[in-house]
């Protein structure tokens, strides 16, 4: 019963990752309540230590590759620093699509921070626009490089807890 409520919300928690929620840590808060909470728990404490670890990289990566890739299309630190906080500013506000709102926010928001930062700097719409679309693909990578993480982070808890 636990690996299939585990299974379960290790579902729920990739959905909202690939929307742009906290699923993983979603799943791995409910995978360490099972852990600390039931002493008959088969759930091992270092899947979830080397989870948390694969979370944190993760997020490190979703932060990041964004900006990377602004520069990586030319464009200039101002630039990434656009695609990075539009993309914080999109995912917050979001955008008016059920379930899917801070995922296209997120992209949304990246694609227009890095716009306006490059154009400031540089003052060609041409050059700002190619620099957005870097910043945008560069958020699409980063949400699915987080979401094969999640992945990896659900397989290693459940076969661990599968005893």
């Known amino acids: ?24 840590w979603i799943f791995l808060a409910v995978a360490s309540a099972f ?4 002493p008959s728990s088969p759930v091992a404490w270092w899947s979830i230590v080397v989870g948390v670890v694969l979370g944190l990289v993760a997020e490190a990566i979703e932060w990041v590759t ?3 890739y602004a520069r990586k299309y030319g464009g200039s630190p ?20 059920p ?16 716009l306006v930062a490059e ?4 003052g060609s ?7 957005a679309w ?14 094969g993480l999640g992945f990896v982070i659900v397989v290693l808890v459940l076969a661990a807890a599968w005893r």
């Open 1 to 24: 019963m636990l690996i299939l409520t585990l299974a379960l919300v290790a579902l729920a928690g990739l959905f909202l990752t690939a929307i742009g929620l906290p699923g993983t």
């Open 66 to 68: 964004a900006s990377r």
């Open 78 to 97: 101002r630039s990434a620093w656009g695609a990075l906080l539009g993309g914080i500013a999109g995912a917050i506000v979001g955008f008016p699509v």
């Open 134 to 147: 870097g910043a945008m693909i560069g958020r699409i990578v980063a949400t699915v490089a987080k979401l």
């Open 125 to 131: 719409a041409g050059g700002a626009e190619r620099v």
């Open 119 to 122: 154009y400031s700097v540089s």
């Open 99 to 114: 379930l899917f709102g801070p995922l296209f926010g997120a992209v949304l928001g990246t694609f227009i921070g890095a």
């Open 35 to 38: 852990a600390l909470f039931d």
